[in-house]
């Protein structure tokens, strides 16, 4: 009963998050000479070359200290540490409790983000307020208790979204707009419905109810819980205000989409057998499109097709991988841009030539910033490259001719989607300047003389030239963006579309003819052809102030949008990777007992420890401690565990309970090898060591049975190939993607034990959706030599969906699985005999998405079911004399499984099964038996 008890208490065991910056990219932080820069509230490492954006990161986070803690009411008292990068062609910052880390000098952060303030204002802040929400949020249970208090995604974000940005186009109102239309709101992002969810909140209550929702406790036990907060605060159910807000918001968008001009009266409809459109352009003999997007839905990456104007629609794929969406036509063959990871594992940006006559792709860049092409009909090629926080408009008069800096406009700017005119004389851009004014601007290919056409508050995009001396480009205003035209001769801008929804100005196809895209509809991208030089009809917006004056509201406290003033500095000096700092410390009572747990890392992550330790009642709750150390660097990453007490297991065999409980110190090395030049291949590789001492406890029966204690030493060896596609998504997840496990390893009783046994593995999988279901097919061979009764360490062994991503879902990198050469599911140990050559077939149903619910972190991994069917050749010396005799077990059946994780980290795991074979252990009438697996901790 008391090893019962402390399985649940033991689900507070939570081993720390991924690594900050491997969380993005799949590898440590980078190398190389590191510096702290420290302040009265903040401190920022950085790696050398980054000194000024680090002096501007101290400057910017002082300056928006006080309003952000102003809006909540509350100081943290804490230093909040930040970490900064300008490794990878990432636009993205995240916070943990205390921590935050931000990816700086990105140029495309204006093609997502439209209000006008620059990246580090906008990013420091957003990331800010969630470590204060974080701080605010916290009880005395520690950050468990946001695992237990319910706080939705879309609060943390919305809370962040609203104190720190302005509603805009880009950020927030398209994708909310496009969601509202398709009915999708109810799986909206968080960022987007957050933002929309807290904003009208705030305006028809008051920014004081979004304070008191998240500093609200419980009178009695003094925790939070998020749907009691809004309850007591607002008097309304959370469930009421959703379906309120709902109607606000199918209102206000269909009202807009049916006052404005339909697609059918802006222009003709073109359909194209790509689902999901990025760029396109038409050849110049007009017989096929070229474009860069996803044929399907269940496409991870976009790829480069031709498709046939003719009735065929024929589709070829020329190109594929990260291809971030931008193309040019040149020389017989198109310029596109890929992001990938580099041989030092940093995620880049280049160009790359597909040359349509010899059928290759070959790079044409190698700076690892350069993106965004454009091409003249006289052979010039022009793209932006980012350098030392500058965007820089280069020029090369042709394919293989030297590159030149034709536009260098200083710090502080941004440039987009440079389009040659007709001519090839000019260059027409987007630009977002030092005062974040987004404007279109034209630069003459001679002498690199700029000229603005506008300079207005509005937000100007996407030029693409009709003639020599007329431009279309998107405009952004009354919250939708539609298409306007402007002249070279200094002529205002004239509006050309008054869409209901939205309208995006894409390429041009003729002298008066262009193609815009709509509104994504349910990931669908829907395209135009229309006139450049129409007049819209007008359109008059007859809709009542309170359906959309929520889009218009404020903070009471504002953040400033100035220039920072000078920050003091406390501090400089070397970063230590030794800084530790708490990154979650929770204590859990129990009436019998309680558990600490305390998880500690470095500003970068490149040191993670954690500690737990608990006890109780010595008649319910066995006391236990745990320690664990994990160093990561490029070479690979190190980990230690050691376990004391802790490591229980519950194995269910036809109703006979049995539990293993005891102590493991394990010490582990690993590698992660990108194949070069195949991006989309890479290796894992693994050497660890485990030294365990268990005792195997049997529930009560008809028969006692005395605990049985076990020691094992073993040492293994394991190498993974996977080919997968590398966006982020399939670090963890990926949609499809087939590799390659090998596995050696030996238990010997000179290491620890009294066990000699050695295994060897060999597994194939293929992971592939299949309908809504994503299915993985996976076969594998083990062999395993030991005496006959030497067996009883094998436990369970490891589950196939698992395998293959072992290293990445271990906590800590754990240096083995337990059970690593396992045996036959529900086969009785008694009848393995000196050697076993065992195969499994088994397929695994993934049953819903991966994760079934998230809340603030916690999640549901997935919910597989699995036919499977194990097969093995057993050698006995016991049963025939002399030598070895072999005869064949098997077992078939079904199995269901789930486990539960914090992010990336398992809590436990649980499965059960119905198995059955025809031998020795199946009973008199024929039938299989049921059994169970349950482990903390770790998968199986």
Known sequence: MRRLLSLFLLLAWVLPAQALFHWMTGRPSPEGEWHTLASEHFAVHYPAGLDSTARRCLDTAEMIYSPVCGQLGLEPDFVTQIAITDADRIVNGFAFPQHMAIWVHQNDYAERFSQNRDWLRQVIAHEFQHVLTFHALR???????????????????????????????????????????????????????????????????????????????????RTHSFKKAFRAVTGQSLASFNEEWLRTMNALYNAELAAGEQAEEIGERLRLPIRHVRWLELAADSSAWFVIGRRGSREAENALYRVACDSTQQVELLAEGQ???????LDGGLVFDRRAFDRGGRYSSDLYYKDFGKGEVRRITRDGASDDPAASANGALAWIREKDGRSLLMLRDSLQGPERVLWDPGPGWQLLRPRFSPDGRRIALAVDDAEQLKDIVVVDCAGGTFRRLQRDPRDDRRPVWITDSLLVFTAFDAYRANLERVSLSGERS?????????????????????????????????????????????????????????????????????????????RREAYSPWNLRPQMLTLLPWPIGVVGVGVFIDPLARNTVALSAGGGHPDFMDPGATFSWQHRKPWGTLSAEAVYNWEPEVVLEDGELLTRQGSSLGIGLGRLFSLHPYPRLFAKARLGL??????????????????????????????????????????????????????????????????????????????????????????????????AGNWRAQGLGPDPLLQPQLERWLPFGAALPPGFGSQLRGLDRTLLGDQVLKGTLELRYTLGKPRLFRVAGLGNGRLSLAPYADLARVSRRDRQQPGLAAEGLWTSGIEAQVDLRLGQTFLFALGLGYGGEKLDWIEEDGGGRWYGRFHLGRPF
Request: proline share 6%; glycine share 8%; charged share 30%.
């Open 690 to 787: 485990r030294l365990s001492s268990h005792e195997r406890v049997y529930a009560p029966g008809p028969v006692w049975q005395p605990p049985q204690k076990e020691r094992t030493g073993e040492l293994a060896l394991r190498l993974l190939l996977r080919e997968a596609p590398r966006e982020r998504e399939a670090l963890s997840w990926p949609s499809r993607g087939q590799g390659l496990l090998l596995g050696a390893g030996l238990h010997r009783s000179w290491i620890l034990g009294d066990e000699d046994l050695e295994f060897l593995r060999a597994e194939v999988y293929r992971l592939q959706p299949l309908g809504g279901l994503r299915l993985l097919a996976s076969a594998r061979l083990d062999w395993m030599r030991a005496d």
């Open 323 to 329: 291809l971030s969406g931008r193309g040019a036509l």
């Open 139 to 221: 009880d005395w249970r520690g950050q468990m208790g946001l695992l237990l208090s319910g706080v939705p995604a879309w609060w943390m974000e919305g809370l962040a979204e609203y104190y720190t940005e302005n509603w805009n186009v880009l950020r927030s109102d398209a994708d909310l707009r496009a969601e509202t239309l398709d009915r999708r709101l109810a799986r909206s992002d968080p960022h987007d419905a957050g933002y929309a969810r807290v904003l009208y909140l705030a305006w028809r209550d008051g920014d004081s109810t979004l304070v008191q929702i998240t500093r609200w406790r419980d009178k009695r036990f």
């Open 494 to 570: 004239q509006v050309v579309t008054r869409s209901g929804e939205g309208l995006f100005s894409e390429t041009r196809t003729g002298e008066r003819a262009l193609v815009a895209s709509l509104l994504d509809s349910a990931g669908v991208s829907r395209l135009l052809r229309l006139d450049a030089l129409r007049t819209p009809r007008p359109v008059h917006d007859a809709i009542a102030p309170r359906w959309k004056a929520w889009r218009e509201g404020m903070p009471d406290v504002l953040v400033p949008d100035h220039a920072p003033p000078r920050a003091k500095i406390l």
